[in-house]
């Protein structure tokens, strides 16, 4: 009889120790994944650094660019008399990006208005003629404000002066409130998003693409949307801009 019982008892130990090892194997492979996940993303801005940032064709980050409670901010209240309006774009100059998945948050004031360009490359011309943007504007003010009338290709979300948002989709934060957006790029399909919703998918370089490019905007830009790599930007369209969170992941 005790030899039974020592055979039962063992039995018991040896199960409980088959069930321990098989839970120290899962959850050493759950933290395993959860890191691999974390490391996938670059932060482009963090909120404590501007390293890896500069003007478009420049050396340095424009005095207008700081940082603010964690913030990434253009202030506009910083320009110089000698130059007042736009041309303080930026890049993140420490790497260039081909096929990504890129999220960022940003907010605007009313009748406010900027883009975040990819594809950038620096030489003799402005970023929005060689450059794909996502459009970032004050949709609800911005008329009023500047007694102007905006087209589809114009207004947030919209790849710009190429493709339009579905207005269905999106929603709409007035000026001063926090967006999210997302743009996903592959040579095969790319996706732009605002706020958790789909606004518009495209084939770049397709019979479509082309087309669209011939006859719009960009028909008398050749390099437009010919570069398959290059920097990420942010546009100084003579407003306000507040940025935190910018992060990228290599496709």
Excluded at 93 to 107: H, I, M, R
Excluded at 219 to 232: A, C, L, R, V
Aim: charged share 30%; hydrophobic share 35%; with cysteine.
């Amino acid at each position: 009889m005790k030899k039974v019982i020592s055979i039962f008892c063992l039995s018991i130990t040896l199960l409980s120790c088959k069930t321990e090892k098989k839970t120290e194997v899962k959850i050493e492979t759950s933290e395993t994944a959860s890191t691999a996940d974390t490391e996938e993303w670059i932060y482009l801005f963090d909120g404590s650094t501007t390293e890896g940032w500069r003007a478009y064709n420049g050396e340095d980050l424009s005095p207008q660019w700081v940082i603010e409670d964690d913030v990434l901010t253009f202030d506009t209240e910083k320009r110089t008399e000698a130059n007042r309006k736009g041309g303080n774009d930026i890049i993140y100059a420490a790497e260039e990006f081909d096929n990504f998945e890129l999220a960022w948050e940003w907010k605007i004031p009313e009748g406010g208005n900027s883009g975040m360009l990819y594809h950038i490359k620096e030489g003799d011309w402005g970023m929005p003629e060689i450059s794909p943007e996502y459009q970032m504007l004050d949709d609800l003010k911005w008329e009023e404000i500047n007694d102007a009338k905006l087209e589809d290709w114009q207004k947030t979300g919209a790849d710009y002066a190429m493709h339009v948002p579905d207005e269905a989709q999106k929603i709409i934060k007035p000026a001063g409130e926090w967006n999210t957006s997302r743009v996903i790029f592959t040579p095969e399909n790319v996706e732009h998003w605002l706020n958790g919703k789909k606004l518009l998918s495209f084939v770049p370089w397709s019979e479509d693409w082309e087309k669209r490019k011939s006859e719009g905007k960009w028909k008398d830009s050749p390099k437009y949307g010919t570069f398959k790599s290059g920097y990420i930007g942010f546009q100084d369209h003579d407003s306000p801009l507040w940025l935190k969170n910018i992060k990228i992941k290599k496709l």
